[in-house]
């Protein structure tokens, strides 16, 4: 184990692509490399066609294979970082973006699926933070580290834009699935009120 640490960085990517083709791993672990690297490795040949997504509004051309998960598509092939890998299992929630306005799990969520539809990352809930969930955020504080607090939010908002005035019992079964390490929850659960009521005021 100490050698493949103390190997560069490619022979260390070789191995763990070893270890995913053989199937002794069905995760990438974090390494110093984007993920993408790993799995153009492991299909082992250039990939050719350029897949178009529409992100934040924007269409762009990505370069990956078809069961790529979306999460590494955002992060590191759009470059967009508000988006987090947690736990790659579709178990903690980090990961949240919107699909057509429904919050999904982009570690679980092969690129393809995503083809024509609207991909909505943190970066483009709101061109200027005005989105009410991170108005609510801010006034209420809730962020302690931040790690799991783009998926909170993005799922927080797809719930405000299905159901307006959520209950308690509602907050907490809609966000049940977004975990946080720092126990953020009651603010959470106030500044999905504190936006469902500054959405009331607005109306
Ligand atoms: S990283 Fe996707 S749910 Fe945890
Ligand atoms: S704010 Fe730290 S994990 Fe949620």
């Given at each position: ?16 692509s070893s270890?995913i083709g ?17 799995f153009y490795r492991r299909v082992g040949e250039p990939l ?17 294979p ?138």
């Amino acid at each position: 184990m100490l050698v493949i640490l103390l190997a560069p960085v490619e022979l260390r990517y070789e191995f763990v692509s070893s270890l995913i083709g053989l199937g002794k791993l069905s995760i990438v672990p974090c390494l110093p490399l984007p993920a993408a690297t790993v799995f153009y490795r492991r299909v082992g040949e250039p990939l050719e066609t350029a897949m178009k997504l529409e992100v934040n509004g924007q269409v762009r051309e990505v370069d990956a294979p078809d069961e790529m998960p979306l999460l590494w598509v955002l992060r590191d092939l759009c470059g967009l970082t508000g988006v987090k890998y947690g736990c790659g299992m579709a178990q903690c929630g980090a990961c949240t973006v919107h699909l057509d306005g429904r919050a999904v799990r982009s570690c679980m969520l092969p690129v393809a699926s995503a083809t024509g539809k609207k991909i909505t990352t943190i970066e483009g809930l709101s061109p200027d933070g005005s989105h009410p969930i991170q108005k609510a955020w801010a006034e209420i504080d809730v962020v302690q580290c931040g790690y799991c607090q783009s998926g909170q939010i993005m799922s927080a908002a797809a719930l405000l834009a299905e159901m307006p005035d959520p209950s308690d019992e509602e907050i907490d079964r809609a966000m049940a699935g977004n975990i946080c390490r720092c126990g953020t929850y009651q603010r959470v659960r106030e500044a999905i009120r504190r936006a469902s009521s500054m959405r009331r005021a607005q109306r």
